[in-house]
């Protein structure tokens, strides 16, 4: 999907830019996520903290990757996509199963949430010439909405 600045994608090429993004945090593979995304990047959190650059938001991400929360996998719910805008609005469910995460968290978040569990999110996304330029994530509230069990990987 590199198109040149001044040629739109179309709204298939948009969708499969996101499915496959996607796909990549569900491979586990950070690499390829920071492939998407433009050297002057922005991602704000769904805290709230706003990443700037690769280097940031490569941080940002690290702890996901590093399975601090778990094996995490990203299911698309929902995409509304402005190809002439470059922009795509992204619905999904984060699942969580809670495997070797380090410390007392494990016994903590089994104990509040069971092995497996997930919530609901949104992410914003600005694409300019086949890069992701902007990545913002919505969650209801400071600490996701979670559900109990259902999960399957």
């Known amino acids: 999907m590199d198109a040149p600045e001044n040629e739109r994608p179309s709204r298939q090429a948009l969708v499969e830019r996101v499915l496959a993004f996607t796909e990549a945090f ?3 593979d950070l690499d390829a996520v920071m492939g998407f995304f433009a050297p002057d990047a922005l991602y704000v959190t769904f805290e709230g903290r706003h ?3 690769l280097a940031q938001v490569r941080a940002a991400f690290e702890p996901q990757f590093q399975r601090a929360y778990g094996r995490i996998r990203f299911l698309t719910d929902d995409l509304v996509v402005d190809a002439d805008a470059g922009k795509v ?3 999904w469910r984060c699942q969580h199963e809670l495997v070797a995460l380090p410390g007392p968290r494990q016994w903590l978040y089994r104990l509040a949430y069971g092995k497996h569990f997930g919530w ?3 992410d914003v996304l600005h694409w300019e ?3 992701l330029k902007e990545k913002r994530t919505y ?3 400071g ?4 559900t109990r069990g259902g999960m399957s990987f």
């Open 139 to 141: 969650a209801r509230t």
């Open 120 to 122: 609901n999110g949104v």
């Open 51 to 53: 990443c700037r650059g």
């Open 129 to 131: 010439a086949g890069r």
């Open 89 to 91: 609005v992204l619905s």
């Open 26 to 28: 569900n491979r586990e």
């Open 143 to 146: 600490l996701p909405r979670v």
